[in-house]
């Protein structure tokens, strides 16, 4: 088990490494220059973790297959990409609170403050594609072209959500959807929804993973 | 270095055949010490099992002797066992063949012995 | 920080009533094996027989579809214990789900994962072989070939299954692939077994040899114990008829030209020289490629 942190904590450190340079960089932007210039990266913060995770994850092609090429047992692979991909997307998110909340503290218009209510919600959303990501690498032929194009157009549409709502506030729009938190009741369904979902996917990358041959 | 063993034999005859040829030759005399079975393998890129095989079939026929620790030894009396046993193999092999391949081409005993002779002679057989 | 762990001496590795399906083609059936510990084996087949197959499930990198597969009496599948004691060098290409890693960063994979694994000796083959660090699916085939045994030589697992590791290289290299192997082998005495096409060549270099043919155990003996029963007999089709009639023996190959005829015969050494004592015949040895060609050539004719 310890060699597998160790394999994957340098994928970890890469990954918090950036998103902590984006969040300072964010964060020290809107304290010094006017928050306008900033204001799209700042609507950024609370969703990075839905398409940075996954993709990074993903992004390895021999993720979980290098460490089961080298005899380690498979489902101490899969465990410990499981507790990567939460970890990852928790830190993120916490990033994401804090940074929120200091922006906000010097802006008092800003209101896209990610709370901690809102954590559960996105660790749903995120862990959702990322199992996405995950089985897309172990499905056969035909139907891993499928899964890989769906969760380009779902990324894709992430990102476009975020800038877009970033966009919408601009322009003085009230959306309903702020605050995120778990504990409204569209966004507890979605939660729900999302953590299903995910565990579907999950178990369904178990059960590819588990009987892949590492192909030639 | 695997240029001097065929695939026509066996490879652990093959080293037997080697090793016997070597103390034939004088290259081993008696009590003197012949390649390991390692060497061997490293030489031809051959397994060790085998190079083995054909070092204990020539302990079996009494040719060598193991001194523990050491290595394998040539056997007091191995060149002269070996001569002798190449001699009755000369007979009925080489011999035959020689002449079954005379009765193909048709010569009669008179023409073979003829044939024989002129060779010896020439070879400056005593 | 980095202790080399000695590597344990090798168990037995063991096909218990293995099968394999892919969808309903059967690849393997009911195969009982034994591959005894440090011993160099060679696995031939032809395409299609189940070799990799048989490998992969033998070390965990595939699954049975019955029976199991055993190290030293335990099962193999998802057993941390074992399977650090296996290793499979597969055959790599540029289509592999490895390719896009970098030859270092694969082989640092290998010094996390493997227990036993030594990193002077990675280097040292690295060397030798003149590999450079790029990305595997960049590298020619034959380099792909090398970076795949320098990680299962540099693992000394206790048993270590290589996959046509000569795919690619040329004659130089090959032998100097005999070389390196054959050294390791009298060093540690690992258990290796190696399948390849290229039986000849590297039939010296195995003690034992283990036939597949359409995922049967076809032999499994002592490589020169098992060409000594293999003779061609030849010679006029009338009498060579006649004499196989005698004593009721089926050849397994058959090679006719005109009147003379040329037939691959299983048999005993008496047998042999019973029939090398008749006039018209004559007796020859095979080789171990002869030996495969007749067993696995399913009596074809020719002439």
């Known amino acids: 088990m310890r060699n597998l942190v160790r394999y994957f904590g340098l994928t970890f450190l890469q990954y918090i490494g950036v998103v902590m340079a984006f969040v300072v960089l964010v964060v020290l932007g809107a304290r ?31 993720t979980m297959a290098l460490p089961t090429y080298f005899g380690v047992r498979r489902w101490n692979t899969f465990l410990c990409i499981q507790i990567l991909a939460v970890v990852m997307e928790l830190c993120t998110l916490a990033l994401a609170v804090l940074g929120t909340t200091l922006i906000a503290s010097w802006n008092p218009e800003y209101d896209m403050v990610l709370s901690v209510g809102g954590i ?49 506030k601009a322009i003085g729009i009230p959306l309903a959807l702020f605050p995120i938190h778990a504990l409204r009741p569209g966004w507890a369904v979605f939660t ?23 192909r030639l | 270095m695997k240029g001097t063993l065929n695939d026509q034999s066996l490879i652990y005859r093959q080293i037997a055949q080697l090793l016997e040829d070597g103390i034939l030759r004088g290259e081993y005399p008696a009590d003197t010490q012949v390649p390991s079975t390692n ?67 048709g010569l009669t005993q008179q023409e073979l012995y003829s044939l024989v002779k002129a060779q010896a002679q020439e070879e400056q057989l005593p | 920080m980095t202790t080399i762990t000695k590597a344990p001496a090798p168990q037995p590795l063991q096909a218990d009533k293995l099968c394999k399906n892919y969808g309903k ?38 699954y049975a579809t019955g029976g199991r597969a055993l190290y030293g009496g335990q099962p193999v599948w998802e057993n ?38 030594d990193q002077n000796y990675a280097d ?48 130089v290299a090959r032998e100097r692939f005999y070389r390196i192997l054959l050294d390791e082998y009298q060093r540690t005495g690992r258990t290796f077994v190696i399948s390849t096409h290229i039986i000849e060549e590297a039939a010296s270099v195995f003690e034992k040899v283990v036939i597949l043919d359409e995922g049967k155990e076809v032999a499994d003996q002592n490589t020169e114990d098992l060409v000594e029963q293999f003779r061609y007999i030849s010679g006029p089709a009338a009498e060579l008829d006649a004499a196989l009639a005698e004593r009721g023996i089926t050849p397994l190959q058959t090679q006719v030209l005109g009147g003379h005829k040329m037939v691959a015969v299983r048999g005993e050494e008496a047998l042999f020289e019973e029939l090398a004592a008749r006039d018209g015949l004559t007796v020859e040895g095979m080789n171990l490629q002869n030996v495969f060609v007749a067993l696995c050539g399913h009596g074809d004719e020719e002439g």
């Open chain 3, 124 to 171: 040292e083959l690295i060397k030798k072989f003149e590999l450079p660090n790029k990305m595997i699916n960049r590298l020619s085939r034959g380099q792909m070939s090398m970076v795949s045994i320098t990680a299962a030589l540099a693992s000394r697992a206790p048993v270590t299954l290589l996959d046509e590791p000569t795919a690619g290289l040329d004659v």
């Open chain 3, 80 to 117: 941390s214990a074992v399977l650090g004691n296996l290793h499979f060098a597969r055959e790599m290409s540029a289509a592999s789900e490895l390719a896009g890693l970098s030859v270092k960063n694969f082989l640092r994979a290998g010094r996390l994962f493997c227990p036993y694994w």
């Open chain 1, 120 to 168: 559960p919600v996105l660790l749903a959303a995120s862990l959702t594609v990322t199992e996405m990501a995950l089985l897309a690498q172990y499905l056969p032929r035909g139907a891993k072209q499928r899964t890989a194009s769906i969760l380009m157009v779902l990324i894709m549409i992430v990102l476009s959500c975020s800038i877009t709502i970033g966009f919408v």
């Open chain 1, 32 to 62: 010094y220059t006017p928050l306008s210039l900033f204001e799209s990266y700042t609507y950024m913060m609370p969703t990075m973790g839905l398409w940075l995770a996954p993709l990074t994850l993903a992004g390895c092609h021999s």
């Open chain 3, 25 to 62: 083609q059967p690849v393997l059936q009911d195969l009982d094996l034994t591959f005894e510990p440090g011993r160099i084996y060679g696995l031939i087949g032809r395409n299609g027989a189940g070799k990799t197959t048989l490998l992969g499930i033998l070390s965990g990198q595939n």
């Open chain 2, 39 to 105: 060497e061997l393998a490293r030489a031809f890129n051959i397994n060790p099992a085998t190079a083995a095989k054909g070092i204990n079939r020539l302990v079996d026929e009494g040719l060598l002797y193991k001194r523990r620790g050491i290595g394998m030894f040539v056997a007091p009396g191995a060149a002269e066992a070996l001569r002798q046993k190449r001699r009755e193999n000369f007979a009925k092999t080489q011999v035959k063949a020689f002449v079954r391949e005379a009765k193909r081409l």
């Open chain 1, 192 to 214: 729900l929804v999302c953590a299903a979902v995910a565990v579907i996917l999950g178990v369904a990358t178990w059960r590819f993973y588990r009987k892949a041959v590492i």
